[in-house]
């Protein structure tokens, strides 16, 4: 069975911190993909990695596939209040039986 | 061009009843994919389909059923509601090919008392 376990569970920090969130499996993904989603919404795409190693940044946002595929972090940079919410990571199936496995989720609250 | 569009937004249903959701995908992506999302169990894959074929499916009974039109638009159907069947039912599509990102709609909120 494959498992995506996301670290933190929860998060609460203050305004104009830094944090950074962890997705870790024993898996090797094709890709992996970070959603940030708001009560009652559905999860928005922030961001796709698909090379080993491969790092983007999206402002505030730094996201890196680990060498292996099988991890990814996400470190957010003077945390703001909009930053908060529910950010989920997701696995691309590598063998095709499954499309997507979703992380356990990281709930992130940032106190202005 | 526009996202992934889900109807009904919110719903309440009897327990016993029966339940269909309505999802249409992004333009051009053939693949839509159905997940449920609860506190408890967070986003949990319900089912994939292709082509008008299911191509994947998750681990929940057969109350859950699903199907896919020839423009790729996609239902859902629950039959014989129970009270854990309340959650957040996202649709998402994407384009072919493995490992190509997914875009969600905004979901439908479906409560069972």
């Known amino acids: 069975t494959q498992l995506l376990e996301q670290s933190p569970q929860f998060l609460s920090i203050q305004e104009g911190e830094n944090l950074t969130v962890y997705c870790n499996s024993s898996s090797v993904f094709s890709s992996l993909q970070w959603y940030r989603q708001e009560p009652g919404e559905g999860p928005v795409l922030l961001v796709t990695?698909?090379?080993?190693?491969e790092v983007k940044k999206l402002k505030r946002l730094t996201f890196q596939f680990g060498d292996a595929r099988k991890d990814s972090s996400l470190h957010i940079t003077a945390a703001q209040p909009g930053d908060t919410g529910l950010y989920l990571c997701?696995?691309?199936?590598?063998?095709?039986?499954?499309?997507?496995?979703f992380g356990t989720g990281t709930r992130l609250k940032v106190l202005a | 061009k526009a996202g992934v569009t889900q109807t009904p937004r919110y719903l309440i249903k009897t327990r016993g009843q029966q339940v269909t959701l309505s999802c249409s995908p992004i333009s051009g992506h053939r693949s839509v994919s159905w997940y449920q999302q609860t506190p408890g169990q967070g986003l949990q894959f319900l089912f994939e389909y292709f082509s008008e074929t299911q191509r994947n499916k998750g681990n929940f009974p057969g109350r859950f059923s699903g199907r896919q039109f020839s423009n790729s638009r996609s239902e859902m159907n629950v039959s014989t509601l129970e009270l854990g069947d309340s959650a957040l039912y996202l649709c998402a599509s994407s384009g072919t090919g493995p490992g190509n990102t997914i875009y969600f709609g905004e979901g439908s909120w479906l409560t069972v008392v």
């Open positions: 990695v698909v090379t080993g190693g």
């Open positions: 997701a696995g691309g199936s590598v063998s095709g039986t499954y499309k997507y496995i």
